[in-house]
């Protein structure tokens, strides 16, 4: 009897790219706040999301230098450290405020795989951001007044996103920095002949965040710029305005997520973009 | 209105990380015909799979120099070249004679998509295997006889495989060192609360490979190991005994696949191995 | 007594990053003759080296595909396989037309060392080709008419040189492709106080390549760009026009180099270029 | 006429893989003493240094995340994060304890190169270890007693490292954690004919690490292995017992440093290791 979460499924289950939840998360978050087009924004959200009438455009960049771990102190793995770079993009779900990730880049299998699972649409990339450290130095900013951080991202050798945040002053309600649900698509194509437009999985759900703590949280002025990468339509969300940065530390635990709306049956979203 | 075959989806179709099917592939292959311990070997195979009794614990390890190219001439983009390892188990499938694979490294992520959506169980790894050259040079060995070529592969900095080939005689069949029918487990977990052990998609499918063309095959002698390496139970298929090498060029298409049984629904399976 | 020809020198010799000569390179090239700005080129040029009267402006791009060997068979050591992008300018030696690399990425630290050692100003970068097989097939262009091949370099993440060529017809004389002596710079800094200026090594020296073999060598009409990147100046070479491009399989051995100035100590350049 | 500090030399300077120090480093910490053969040890030690008698194969190991920056500000370039793994010797040079590195292993081409120029035998690595965060979370170990960190480091997909530290308490004078003198070998190759083995650069020299601060300091009990690895002797110091861990982050500055001896001219230690 094979063993496991995700492939491989193996003899003793520890094989498995993923093992099954929870799967506890620690990061390091570089953000920007920016407006896109609203367009290309509203161009990027699945059936059953709208523009966020409060807030069309509205949208945030993350830089994220993550840990992992599942069981019991698996940080203790060398491959528990790795670095992310998402857009979220503000929307609605039935009126309610949410956020949606129309791209992601990781450098880490595992945390690839996890996304998926999660309906996050990961692609691998390289992604780095500037840190501080707890002593005065010319090799690292302040986590204070002036302290200026830079992030970037790459994709296969194209670099995709650059970020600077020059930091003002302490956020007084930083758990608002991540305040939206986050709406996702788990989505698995079929193969099959004559099916590859008809997913196996295909459904909006809810990322339950548990034990969400953001401390250390400052912010400041931005900027923020989306080069053209072939491949990659990152660039039609270039900001037409940048509103402010933030630097956090995040930590999360992820046990399961909840289902919206199954979309491989459920005909009244018929697979098109709710009119905002 | 998203499009694309996988996620991310997006509005002109461009972003996702791979393109719908035809996928044409044509590789440079170091193989490797061994022997694993009988019951490793049967331990790995999903339920509707088993032992073949004609080659208990056969087994055949590939180290592949690819390319890769989806619609007309894609092969231009640099994404295109990677690089896998992996590893094939003798059995059988209603009494016909398939292969399965039980473990595979890729280090391409668009690959690593293709390989989930084929039931293929893709982990990152980095791989690579001696070339030959159409010149005599002491930099390569000569694709006759006495050439020897070297493999290895490993993951997240720990080696899996190591290889070595000294070719001997061209292959008189050469079509005949693929010749089994694949057999592949699509599987793509839920993460809804209570749900981890009842995947969203679980099927065996068999791989339909078109136009499959083996050519400049040679066969030799061979040195192949398998050492140990955490979180991977690729050791536990370590040789008992190598039979014999081979360096070949494959290439082929895919555009679908056959589904043999959904193991979400079947009962007769049980998800549980079948007796050999 | 330690060991070794570059460091770590060890016990056994058998740690040092690069062994010594004799060196042993086969590789894949593809190549695109291009006409960067004259004054350009010329601004690259390190003391003793002119401007090519005969080819103001005139460079080469080559994209390789190696395998290395040293002693005996190393080919099989998987780190063997490396992948290179260079920038050639053609200028002369008192009055000789001879080769300069003004920028060369490599994806290998022991190619990096080899050729600091050699005086090529190497730094690490991502670098892929299109390759041919020997057959037929929608994954690949043919080596012959019509056949297209595309090349890429990135370093850190950014994109620095993308190339394409088409074949047409095969190459007369392919040694005729990397005809020039090529001049190197050997040097290596102080960092004593108040030195830094001041190179331990500084010397131009001809790379010697014995048994130089180009093979399989096709011509075609070619596309060339390097777009800029920071702290990078490879776009100030950028074509104004592109001659052609070629395709060919090169070999040869590097034993040692000849010294042709040591600048360190020569007056007679006193560090400047050499009008033209 | 070309500027810059190491090569490429260019027009402007800025494509220099290094630029001039002045040098700004801050870092996380893991290190672990432990003792290796002191037969093996010596082994390491260049002509000049001897072993230390009041530590007889005592050695440092050290894995680190670093952060670099050299101008104003440049620790904002992505390139500026890298990771390191080292060993370091007890040894005395004429008397006095210090440190010798006789392997190092980094992944990032810049901290490569000025490695090289201080004498460090760096080769590339992949490197991790566990982190800590400003907050409660089954994501990461705290800073404090009962924490546990793990670090491993690889070449070439080979693991060369692997060390863990649980804290018990805080350290009493952090700065002793690195309180011996650097010793480097500052070697660079000839490539000429019949001078393989006579470098043109071959020199001891002491580092000179300004404003060095060591702070966050814990210290605990340790675990820590060095595996075979092919092309590395580094497990030739592999812990005959293990004395302590303790992480900590330390900043200091290179401007410079000083040459002990010229080890190409100096006949009194003729380049054979000094007596014991």
């Known amino acids: 009897m094979l063993q496991g979460y995700f492939p491989p499924l193996s003899p003793s289950g520890k094989s498995g790219l993923v093992s099954a939840p929870p799967w506890h998360y ?15 924004a509203a161009a990027t959200l699945p059936p059953g999301l709208a523009v966020d009438p409060d807030s069309p455009g509205g949208a945030t960049a993350l830089f994220m230098d993550w840990q992992f771990s599942s069981e019991d ?25 949410v956020s949606w990730c129309p791209y992601i880049y990781v450098d880490n299998d595992a ?39 830079a992030a970037a991202a790459s994709t296969h050798g194209v670099r995709i996103a650059e970020g600077r945040v020059t930091l003002a002053a302490p ?12 709406v996702n698509r788990r989505y698995f194509p079929r193969l099959a002949a004559g099916r590859h437009q008809e997913p196996a999985v295909d459904e909006l759900v809810r990322a339950d965040l548990h034990d969400l703590q953001v401390v250390n949280a400052w912010a400041g002025s931005a900027e923020f710029s989306l080069p ?23 930590t999360y635990s992820v046990q399961d997520l909840t289902t919206l709306v199954d979309l491989t049956t459920d005909l009244s979203t018929d697979r098109t973009t709710e009119p905002s």
């Open 26 to 40: 620690a990061g390091d978050a570089l953000g920007i706040r920016f407006r896109a087009d609203p367009d290309a």
């Open 111 to 149: 945390s690839l795989a996890r996304g998926w699972v999660q309906g996050f649409p990961k692609k691998m990339g390289t992604i780095h951001q500037t840190r501080s450290f707890p002593v005065a130095t010319p090799a690292a900013p302040p986590l204070g007044p002036g302290g200026t951080f």
């Open 228 to 250: 053209d990468a072939p491949g990659n339509e990152t660039s039609a969300l270039a900001p037409i305005s940048v509103d402010a940065g933030f630097k956090a530390t995040i």
């Open 171 to 182: 956020v007084a309600d930083p758990a608002a920095l991540v305040g939206r649900p986050l």
């Open 73 to 97: 102190q698996t940080y203790l793995d060398p491959v528990s450290q790795y670095r992310e770079f998402l857009l979220l993009v503000d929307a609605t779900w039935q009126g309610t405020p």
